[in-house]
C-alpha cells in the first residue's frame, strides 16, 4: 500500500491550487436589478446605502467606464459585456480573443484607451492559451469598440514562454499620464522566474499604446533582460492604480499564505518575491527560496498583511459623493469577504476599516465617474454592486424613520 500512499502524495503535490474553478461551462444570465431597494449599512465614517445593480455575472473580473455612461463588465470566462446606462445588458461582444478558461485564468482586466472619446480602443488583459492549450501565460489585447464589439483586435503583449497552468497570471492594465500603460503579469505559480530578467513572470512591465516598448523603460539595452520589464519580484498581481495626486503607481500583490503585501513600483527595482515574504506556503511550511521577511537589494513591502485577505482590485476615492472617504485607497478582498478601506496620511496608511464583511468575495472597486463607488463580486452569480450616501431614506428597505428628522 505505499505505493498507493506515495501516489496519493504526488497528486496532492501537482494539483492546482484548489482556491477557484473556471467555471467556464456555466451560463451567464445576467439581469439588472438597480431599480430594486438598497441597503443601508453602517461604517465608522457614517452610513451608506449599498444597491445591487446587476446580478448573474459568471466571475466578474473588471469594470471600465466609458464617456457615454456605459459600463463595460469582464466575465473571467471570456465574455466582455456593455452595460447600458438605462440598464440593458448586451449579450457578450465580438472579438474577444480566446482565453485559458482555467483556474485563475481567463479574460481578466478592461480598460478604455485614455483617448477613448477619439480612438475607441479597449485594452484587454487575459490568460492567452499556448498552442496546444495545456498551458497559459498573461497578454494584453486592444481592440476598436463599435456597437457589436471589438474590431481590429492584435495583441500587444504576451507572456512568452507559458508556464502557468490556470494560476497567477495577474493581471491589471493601468495607463500613466505620459501615455504608457503598466501591465501586472504573474508569476505563473513558478515563483523563482519572478527574480530573472529574462522572463516576464512575476513582473510589472511597461509598454507604449501600441506594444512598443518605451524607450527610457530601465533594462533597456542590458543583456539578458526583457526590455519592456518595469519592476520585478513579484507574485500575483490584481489591483494597481495611480495616486490620484502624486501620480505614482501603487499595486498590491497576492502573498502565499500571510504576506500580501502593497507596494509602489520604481523603475527597475527588485520587489523580493520569492526572496523575501511574510508569508508562508499553504502547507505551512517556509517559502522554499526566501531567506527571510527581507533579503539583500530587495524593497520591503509598502504595506503588508500578516493574514493574507486574497486582495484584488484597487481605486482611489475622489468624488464629491462621499466627502468622508476623500483620497483613501480602497481594495477588494476575495478570501476575506470585504472592502478594504485605508485612510492614507501622505502615502502612508494609517488607518484599516472593513466594510461589507463577509458578505461576498469582492474582485473589482471602481470609482465611476459620478463619485460612486462599484464593486464586482466573485462567484458564478456574482454581481455588480453600487455604493451610494444616505440621500432618500424612503428609497430603501427596510424604512428608515426618525422623529426628529435628523
Ligand atoms: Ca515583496
Redesign the pocket.
Known sequence: MAWLAACALTLAACAPVPDEDSDADVVSTPAYRGGDAGERLDGERGGFVVRTLVDGLVHPWSLAFLPDGTMLVTERPGRLRRINADGTISPPLAGVPTVYPRGQSGLLDVVPSPGFAEDHLVYLSYGEPNWRGNLGGTAVARGRLGAAGLAGVEVIFRQEPKLSHGTHLGSRIVFADDGTLFVSAGDNRDSGKAQLLDHLQGKIVRLNADGSIPADNPFVGREGARPGIWSY?HRNIQGMALHPRTRELWSH?HGPMGGD?I?LPQPGRN???PL??FGKEYSGAPVAEAVGTSAPG??P?HHYWAVSPAISGMAFYEGNAFPQWQCNLFIGALAGQALIRLELDGDRIVHEERLLQGRARIRDVRVGPDGLVYLLTDGTDGKLLRLEPVADASALAPAVETKDGG
Open positions: 519580484g500583490e503585501e507596494n520587489y523580493g518575491w523575501a515574504t530587495t524593497e513591502p
